[in-house]
């Protein structure tokens, strides 16, 4: 029968060197796609936290009655904006920042 060694492509068994280098190019490609998603998601949560915002100060001037709830929500939704706008900034921050991969030319 075959063995795992024997299926791996040539790369992955020629040389430990070649091994961890392709690894690491894999990890690189992956990190790139990822930090690219986690950018996607902060921006749609920047824009839809922003929106729900508007709604609540359009609804904080037409409050009967409900004047805490809203306030609440208002609250709430300033908390999340901030903490959704340092996401943003750590994520573009990590982005802008080359890996060790990219550094190392590995």
Same mark, same amino acid.
């Given at each position: 029968g075959y063995t795992l060694l024997q299926r791996l492509p040539g790369t992955m068994t020629a040389r430990p060197g070649r091994r961890r280098a392709a690894l690491a190019e894999a990890e690189g490609r992956c990190c790139v !796609?990822?930090?690219?998603? /986690?950018?996607v998601v902060a921006w749609t949560e920047m +824009?839809?936290?922003s929106s729900f915002f508007v709604t609540l100060l359009y609804d904080f001037q037409n409050a009967d009655g409900r004047l805490l709830k *809203?306030?609440?929500?208002? =609250? !709430?939704?300033l =908390?999340?904006?901030v903490l959704a706008?340092?996401?943003l900034h750590a994520l573009r921050e990590s982005f802008?920042?080359? *890996? /060790?991969?990219? +550094? *190392?030319?590995t």
């Open positions: !796609s990822r930090r690219r998603a /986690s950018l +824009i839809l936290l *809203t306030l609440a929500l208002m =609250v !709430s939704c =908390v999340h904006l706008c340092l996401l802008l920042t080359p *890996t /060790s991969q990219e +550094i *190392t030319g």
